[in-house]
């Protein structure tokens, strides 16, 4: 197997390739996928302007996982992870924590100082709480029945850099 490349643009192909990741990870809700799009499609019409930024995953052109992140406006070096996902046939390979760990190449260059995840409560959320916690995010806050009545939103925060 060829090493893993990375790449931080997007291409037309991207949306249909992220709704066909997000789909194959049983992860998330019918009406989270066209969301997952729509980052992509914004990033192709604007560009930068839309400030969301991407890590895509491939080996020999194809893509196994991507990362989507983004600044948080009014904080002077807090960024939001929104997504990452690697094709379900695909996980548990390192391919998650590889994207993870070049988002955060990225952002230590642009003098990020904090990433912040949010997930489920649900039990079927523990491998995704799991890889949080064990690639250095802290567990910093939870907001009871958030998501849906027994579903919360559990919040981690991983350091870029000391204050």
Not at 27 to 40: G, Q, S, T
Not at 52 to 72: H, P, W
Request: aromatic share 14%; no cysteine.
């Amino acid at each position: 197997m060829n090493s893993i490349v990375f790449r931080s643009y997007v291409i037309d192909s991207d949306p249909d390739t992220i709704e066909k990741i997000i789909r194959s990870s049983g992860f998330f809700y019918e009406d989270e996928i066209p969301i997952a799009r729509e980052l992509a499609e914004e990033t192709l019409k604007q560009g930068e302007l839309s400030g969301y930024k991407f890590v895509f995953a491939e080996i020999d052109g194809e893509t196994l996982g991507y990362a989507a992140y983004g600044f948080i406006d009014g904080t002077d070096g807090s960024y939001d992870l929104y997504w990452i996902a690697v094709r379900n046939e695909l996980r548990g390979k390192g391919i998650g924590k590889a994207i993870l760990e070049e988002v955060m190449v990225v952002l230590k260059k642009e003098n990020g100082r904090q990433l912040i995840a949010e997930t489920s409560s649900l039990e079927k959320y523990l491998p995704t709480r799991e890889f949080y916690l064990h690639h250095g995010f802290n567990l910093v806050a939870t907001i009871p029945n958030f998501f849906r009545v027994g579903d919360d939103k559990v919040f981690y925060l991983k350091k870029i850099k000391e204050n």
